[in-house]
């Protein structure tokens, strides 16, 4: 059984820092691209970054360049999104997910066609 689970939200202040954790179980991690997702009240669910687990390349939305760092420890299928200097345009549900590899290059190009999602965790960030 494919599973994803997020963890690591809570309440922070702006300017403040957060480690999220999403472990991964049944498929295997270096097949996939593992993405955090983010989905705020009344909005759109966004992709925010992404890692490749064969090779750890990255992707990052613009909104978060600079202030959230991706990065996986493969020998614990766990794959983290370090974020600093949070805004409370930050506060949102973040999700994982994963999608399979079919193409060579950046990982999560388009965001879309996840194969598994996990429950999320919320990020609240106080003004």
């Known amino acids: 059984e494919v599973q994803l689970q997020a963890s690591g939200g809570g309440l922070v202040q702006a300017g403040g820092s957060l480690r999220l954790s999403c472990a991964a179980s049944g498929f295997t991690f270096d097949d996939y691209n593992i993405a955090w997702f983010r989905q705020a009240p009344g909005k759109e669910r966004e992709g925010v970054a992404c890692?490749?687990?064969?090779?750890?390349?990255?992707t990052y939305a613009d909104s978060v360049t600079g202030r959230f760092t991706i990065s996986s420890d493969n020998a614990k299928n766990t794959v983290y999104l370090q974020m600093n200097s949070l805004k409370f345009d930050d506060t949102a549900v973040y999700y994982c997910?994963?999608?399979?590899?079919?193409?060579?290059?950046?990982?999560?190009?388009?965001?879309?066609?996840?194969?598994?999602w996990g429950e999320g965790t919320q990020v609240t960030v106080s003004s």
């Open positions: 997910a994963a999608i399979v590899v079919v193409t060579t290059g950046p990982p999560c190009p388009t965001w879309y066609g996840m194969d598994y």
């Open positions: 890692i490749s687990g064969s090779d750890g390349s990255t």
